[in-house]
């Protein structure tokens, strides 16, 4: 059985990993970082890149907070307000935000949480094209599946499905991009132990690189016009409008009090609205709003 | 004692009046109307401004909903929730973004709504200088404390705490701007009758122009560079949080399935978000920044 010590240092080690590739990959930009300390307990390492060759603006951030579980979070869990309990709340948090409108911004997170005798893991990867390309989005999906179906046949179709729910910008009728996997409260049953539970989050943390880069590589370079820049602005305006209005972990971070910049490094480095912009008919643009409006399975 | 038809009339014009007098300050471009109907009863005109000679986006939206009252409208009101009855909300909302960083935002916003017995109007109008402007910000103020002390000598005090609370980023610890005046629920008591509260609404509505065309025509010609308008792009960035976040009239409209276009013709047109950005010391950015953090009294 994994300890916490064990678990925060895979994502420790997860961070370095993650920043070297994406360096090496963008080729001109490096990662600044920034250690804070949670008064109350532990802290994170806020790594932030920007104006690289390829990468506009990203964050891929590492936390470990721990002490006396503070009363939202006992409610969160079901623990008792008048229970004296310690937690630990660890994981790593990223957002691409690329500059090239034909390479897509990414999301992953991976997280641990314990308090007392409860444990469990969450997190998911899920990727945001301003383009849709369907050939990348099947990529990407038979990836995911090839991580999940090596763990548990049934992690693939119940965190995909998860995964369509939640990023889903009701106000708008989109979701917010092609989703991925997500998965939250995985604890130990009968199937699944802590150390298969550990494996499997460790699997989807190991994957980022490998479910990303190719579609980095694949795009950076080709041509693109204003018209494309614009449609990427616009999309990370969506973005924006997702991350502030619904997304859970950025509500419970600006609500209890986080770091506000390592919570809003998610945010796009430039984002437009337009009122009531409305593609061409038979355009690019038309055509990833109307996969946006109906999740797909990707022909897997 | 105005009826309902008289007060919906009184929104109509003034949106006119508001758009004719915006249209002749810019110079340069035109309102575009959208009429929609709402399936239940009602419906708006949503008026919306961009790529202007200082206008770069707004909107000045009027509507008037009505029909059979909903269920979120009577837990809002404190309506039980198995009596029947119809209620009218209406009113002219409006936000101004320029496109000169020495020119501010504006919000205005007044309405009424009345359900069987009960009714009530609100509203407010505030500014956000993406530079403050001391003198600017007093004229403002004074100007809004004349409009109010023609009513109620209470208004100006109660109203401008009221928006400096309301127009609060908390997880930023910013005010929006510089405030302004906020009230809601005002409706009859002792000493104020329905004739004399719809007669302070309208003298709010009727201020609007008086109040921000001086602020646009004092700024428009400045020269301003590069950084100016990055800070504005910044500043624009903290107000589609605030928006999105925490504004009650955006998330009640958002969660209400509302018209999405009209409710979120107030995002900017384009804004920026930098990790971490402070601004240099001694700096008119900084200044800023140190008054938003400080709710001020602009000397009245």
Not at 96 to 125: K, L, T
Not at 151 to 170: G, L, M, Q, R, V
């Amino acid at each position: 059985m994994p300890d916490k010590k064990v678990i925060e240092d895979f994502f420790r080690s997860l961070q370095d990993t993650i920043c070297t590739g994406l360096e090496n990959a963008d080729g001109k930009a490096r990662f600044k970082e920034d250690l804070w300390i949670r008064p109350e307990g532990g802290g994170g390492r806020t790594r932030v890149i920007d104006n690289g060759a390829i990468f506009e603006k990203g964050g891929v951030n590492f936390s470990a907070v721990h002490g006396p579980c503070p009363e939202f979070l006992k409610k969160e869990a079901g623990i008792p307000l008048d229970e004296k309990i310690d937690f630990l709340a660890t994981g790593v948090s990223l957002v691409i935000h690329p500059n090239h409108p034909f390479v897509p911004i990414i999301h992953m997170n991976v997280r641990y949480f314990e308090a007392g005798d409860m444990w469990w893991f969450g997190g998911g990867i899920d990727l945001t094209p301003h383009y849709i390309n369907e050939e990348e989005a099947k990529f990407f999906h038979q990836h995911l599946k090839r991580v999940c179906d090596a763990h548990n046949s049934t992690y693939y179709p119940e965190f995909k499905k998860w995964a369509d729910e939640y990023f889903f910008i009701k106000h708008r009728n989109e979701t917010r991009g092609i989703g991925g996997i997500f998965f939250d409260r995985l604890s130990g049953n009968e199937q699944m132990t802590k150390q298969q539970r550990f494996d499997f989050v460790k699997s989807v943390g190991e994957s980022f690189l490998k479910a990303y880069l190719p579609l980095v590589e694949n795009n950076r370079d080709k041509p693109y016009n204003e018209d494309n820049r614009n449609w990427q602005l616009l999309r990370r305006g969506r973005y924006a409008e997702f991350n502030l209005v619904y997304d859970r972990g950025t509500k419970f971070g600006l609500f209890t009090n986080g770091r506000t910049e390592s919570i809003l490094m998610s945010l796009p480095p430039m984002a437009k609205w337009e009122y009531d912009n409305k593609p061409a008919l038979n355009s690019l643009e038309i055509r990833t709003l109307q996969m946006l409006r109906k999740p797909s399975t990707w022909g897997i």
